[in-house]
């Protein structure tokens, strides 16, 4: 059982920044395929925001994020990171870190059998 628990999210202005983290249980990347960032507006449904391959540097970016966030990982502390810049106020929402242990496309949230409890983001203009 992977276990995954997010920090990081706040309130910020537009144009800011704020990096996300994901602590994983014992030996996350090891037991994965692949670890994501997926968000959920109210009214909205969840999407994926970005994706990185466990264990390796091949990452995955929605179109609305690329150039503006960065995922990587920490293996030996077993931790996703998401760093925001340039937010947006459409950035806001509740984001989820979330693993799989199967394959697909990175991007999209039925691949994942894991999922945090999330942390909320909110950019104001």
């Known amino acids: 059982q992977v276990q995954l628990a997010e920090s990081g999210g706040g309130a910020v202005q537009a144009g800011g920044s704020l990096r996300l983290s994901c602590a994983g249980s014992?030996?996350?990347?090891?037991?994965?395929?692949?670890m994501a960032w997926f968000r959920q507006a109210p009214g909205k449904e969840r999407e994926g925001v970005a994706a990185i391959r466990s264990g390796y540097t091949f990452t995955y970016y929605a179109d609305f994020v690329k150039g503006r966030f960065t995922i990587s990982q920490d293996n030996a502390q077993n931790t996703l990171y998401l760093e925001m810049n340039s937010l947006k106020p459409e950035d806001t929402g509740m984001y989820y870190c979330a693993a799989s242990s199967g394959w697909g496309n990175p991007l999209r949230g039925d691949n994942y059998n894991y999922w945090g409890q999330g942390t909320q983001v909110t950019v104001s203009s």
């Open positions: 014992g030996r996350t990347a090891a037991r994965t395929s692949y």
